[in-house]
């Protein structure tokens, strides 16, 4: 018997299977799901990648892991500095394999928007901005995202703002896996306790799902690294992600 | 011989006049010049322009204290579990500030066109985004016929760069340590450049190893000396992130900031001298 897989891990180690060898991949930041996603599949993966992180580590030895993902210990043991300016001039010329970018809304292509909640003119929410996103998406060769909340105001038909487009290759969430196929997001797999009705039901754009299903369970190794980046917990305690909101009282 | 441009922290401030537009260096929680920021709101700045790629605690805290007019940023957060900015989130809804959002690399263009002593600086990417659009930026075709079209970011000159620096040797040169941010950029971009560090090194120190040094002495006003000045943010490898105190800041209430402000490293030097 499988103990059940918590929507937290799920993302994280979802995200690390965008990973592949021999490629340049980057974490940015408020994007700690993703660095312990890099951070993972440096620990479970064989292959050998060049991870590089807004702290300006390259392939970096931190000595702890941080709460924010663009802490300075990120730069721990890295043999360089590879700063704002050099990783965002490595994407725009074509060289980033693979980046992880924010995201507030995603649509049925891909893009975001990290920008406002209604009007940017008269914004029922600021939102932090799209960072690196509109010129780091249409020039990666793939980006991923991920969102913690799966639902019709997340996985949205139309963006309220269009931050960044281009279109992600990966979209992770607590119950589903989406990748691109023929332009759009099209579902890869979702959550062992979650259903592909259940992933239609809470998405508000349309989306092909042949040849998806369950997830894989976390190999032995992906959980080991999983628990060896956050033995006490607390950062699954701090991301409080649930495979579904709680029912209203 | 060269005389030394260490001056107090508030006369240093004091170089900055209303109005002024600002390029603070450090990212997030990061090495940023704080207590700087700290000492614009003690001493009641007005209608400043902040242009930071990812500002955070800075832009939040001088939103709360009604010192902003307008800022240039491309993604604003606390980070560290903190999430939104919340003053400045408040501000941009209410519109008492005017934001001009940029993806973290067209303001580095803008910069750049600065630095350059060129009218715009052309910027990869953006494609599709509603951004430039929403800003007026301009796409032009590759005169040289390949075919590409690319998007132009008119100069940005910031009348300030602000930089919180590792170490200064008593003429201005910086030495910054880890990631220097967007930090040079920034110094090669603006007007006039003002240093914050954590101390004095000697400028033998520095011409032993003048790669290390980030910013020569030439391009810098004024330096101030204030030990954990980058506080309640970070600097490696002097000292990390002060959580609980970015979390007592947060609560609403003008005796929090005030707390707040007492509490951070200037105010108990300033008190203790």
Known sequence: ?249 | MSTSKIIPLGELTSLVANGSSLALGGSFLHRGPFAFVRELIRQGKRDLEIIKQSPGYDIDILCRAGCVRRTRAGIVAMEGNFGLAPYYRKAVEKKEIELEEHACASLTAGLRASAFGVPFQPCGGLHGSALPELNGWQKVADPYGTGEAVYVIPRITPDFAVIHANEVSPEGDVRVFGTSHWDRIMSRSAKRVLVIAERVASSESFASQPELTLIPHFLVDAVAVVPRGAWPGSCWPHYEVDYPAVEAYLPDGADVLAAHLAAAPEAQEAAHA
């Not at chain 1, 019709?152 to 931050?163: A, G, Q, S």
């Open chain 1, 1 to 249: 018997m499988h103990e059940s897989w918590s929507p937290f891990s799920f993302i994280v180690t979802n995200l690390a299977r965008f990973v592949r060898p021999h490629e340049v991949t980057f974490s940015g930041v408020n994007s700690t799901l993703p660095m312990l996603a890099c951070l993972l599949a440096k620990r479970a993966y064989d292959f050998e990648f060049t991870y590089i992180n807004v702290a300006g580590g390259v392939d970096p030895q931190p000595s702890s892991i941080p709460i924010s993902s663009s802490d300075p210990v990120l730069a721990e043991g890295s043999r360089s500095i590879f700063s704002n300016e050099d990783f965002y001039d490595l994407c725009t010329r074509g060289e980033m394999d693979l980046c992880f970018l924010g995201a507030a809304q995603v649509d049925g292509l891909g893009q975001t928007n990290v920008s406002s909640i209604g009007d940017w003119h008269n914004p029922k929410v600021r939102l932090p901005g799209g960072g690196g996103g509109a010129v780091m998406l249409p020039t990666a060769r793939r980006a991923v995202t991920w969102r913690t909340e799966h639902s019709r105001r997340t996985m949205v038909e139309k963006l309220d703002f269009l931050t960044a487009a281009g279109g992600m290759a990966g979209v992770v969430t607590p119950i589903a896996v989406f990748v691109k196929r023929d332009g759009r997001l099209a579902l890869q797999s979702w959550h062992p306790e979650s259903s592909l009705d259940e992933v239609r039901a809470r998405t508000a754009f349309t989306f092909d799902a042949e040849g998806a299903g369950p997830a894989e369970p976390p190999t032995e190794r992906e959980r080991d690294a999983l628990r060896s980046l956050d033995p006490t917990g607390t950062f699954e305690r701090d991301a409080g992600v649930r495979l579904r909101p709680e029912a209203a009282a």
